[in-house]
T-cell receptor
Framework: GQSLEQPSEVTAVEGAIVQINCTYQ??????LSWYQQHDGGAPTFLSY????GLEETGRFSSFLSRSDSYGYLLLQELQMKDSASYFC??????????FGRGTSLIVHP | NAGVTQTPKFQVLKTGQSMTLQCAQD?????MSWYRQDPGMGLRLIHY???????DQGEVPNGYNVSRSTTEDFPLRLLSAAPSQTSVYFC???????????FGNGTRLTVT
């Protein structure tokens, strides 16, 4: 089976940098992805890592270490609109990603 | 492009009733899936399909049925609704195993 662990809540102030960690267990591994979900909305794709290292997309970066079964999402220059839930998801033995329970990010002014 | 379209947006059922949640995508994606989202539980996979005529069970399949007769449509059937099925249901599609999931806007289901 597959399982993922991520913190349930993270708080930060506007303009700061925040890191959301994710550890996973999976039989077979294709990649680790991150999704953002605002209250009442649908999850939207942020990033995907299949290989070790850092992927950068604007203010968001995602890191993967396959040997440690670990990844993180880094959000820079935080804005109020970044307040949302963030999910890591692992693509492994099954064809469809398994999601973690999500991290609620609260950005304070 | 409409992307992934789910209907209805809201639904209230009585225990024991059956219904079908509709999902359609216009991106010609092979992979489609159904998740349910409950507070604090993240998104849990119910059923998925990797192509027309092919379906398989996910993590929480009991009480649900699916079929995939066309590439575009992937309906989810609740056979006999129970209060434990009160949840938000999301349909998603993707091009393949390493491709992003595209989600519909969800169906908010309440079973009384």
């Amino acid at each position: 089976g597959q399982s993922l662990e991520q913190p349930s809540e993270v708080t930060a102030v506007e303009g700061a940098i925040v890191q959301i960690n994710c550890t996973y267990q999976t039989s077979g591994f294709y990649g680790l992805s991150w999704y953002q979900q605002h209250d009442g909305g649908a999850p939207t794709f942020l990033s995907y890592n299949a290989l070790d290292g850092l992927e950068e997309t604007g203010r968001f970066s995602s890191f993967l270490s396959r040997s440690d079964s670990y990844g993180y999402l880094l959000l820079q220059e935080l804005q109020m609109k970044d307040s949302a839930s963030y999910f890591c998801a692992v693509s492994g033995g099954s064809y469809i990603p398994t999601f973690g329970r999500g991290t609620s990010l609260i950005v304070h002014p | 492009n409409a992307g992934v379209t789910q209907t209805p947006k809201f639904q209230v059922l009585k225990t024991g009733q059956s219904m079908t949640l509709q999902c359609a995508q216009d991106m010609n994606h092979e992979y489609m899936s159904w998740y349910r989202q409950d507070p604090g539980m993240g998104l849990r996979l119910i059923h998925y399909s990797v192509g027309a005529g092919i379906t398989d069970q996910g993590e929480v399949p009991n009480g649900y049925n699916v079929s995939r007769s066309t590439t575009e449509d992937f309906p989810l059937r609740l056979l006999s609704a129970a209060p434990s099925q009160t949840s938000v249901y999301f349909c998603a599609s993707s091009q393949g195993i390493n491709s992003p999931l595209h989600f519909g806007n969800g169906t908010r289901l309440t079973v009384t």
